[in-house]
């Protein structure tokens, strides 16, 4: 599974909000044989569906959707199963795209204030696969090393596995 919830801490929020939106926005969808394609389609309609819904209802639970990837249209691919990349701002734990693993392009970012509230907040999320800190606090990251109980954690990594050639659990 890809990333799906990005967990900020205190001011850095905003900012990070704005950063992760513009790109999301310069992602190229297109058909996964087209080597100009950053990102394809997903696997079937009822997978696209099941997507859209989860987008839908995370607006309707409150979050704000500052990236929506609803009704992307691939140019010759009508009938393809696109869902172009969604951010929803502002999610919460009882939302269902937090308590949902939505495998699709959408992240929904979770605002704390503090780190030891998203230490918190990640050891009590039931799919505690990975995780993974971007700080430039070698106190932070070591805090961060220490505390959270997941299988795999990441510091200034996009996406703590291992390399191919290890074996993986997930």
Excluded: C, W
Excluded at 26 to 37: E, L, T, Y
Excluded at 94 to 101: A, F, I, S, T
Excluded at 141 to 161: E, K, L, W, Y
């Amino acid at each position: 599974m890809a990333i799906s919830t990005a967990v900020t801490v205190g001011a850095a929020s905003d900012d990070l909000v704005a950063e992760v939106s513009q790109r999301a926005l310069s992602v190229k969808v297109g058909p996964g044989r087209d080597p100009s394609s950053e990102m394809g389609p997903v696997i079937t309609a009822a997978a696209r569906d099941r997507i859209v819904g989860l987008i839908g209802a995370g607006e309707q639970q409150g979050a704000t959707l500052t990236v929506d990837g609803r009704g992307i249209e691939v140019p010759g691919h009508g009938g393809g199963f696109f869902v172009g990349p969604t951010v929803l701002d502002k999610v919460s734990t009882d939302m269902d795209v937090y308590r949902e693993e939505i495998f699709g392009p959408v992240l929904s970012v979770v605002r704390t204030d503090s780190v030891e509230d998203a230490i918190a907040l990640i050891n009590a999320n039931p799919y505690g696969n990975g995780t993974a800190i971007f700080t430039s606090s070698g106190e932070t990251a070591r805090r961060f090393q220490r505390g959270v109980t997941v299988g795999m954690i990441g510091i200034n990594v996009p996406i703590p596995v291992p390399m191919a050639y290890y074996s993986f659990g997930g």
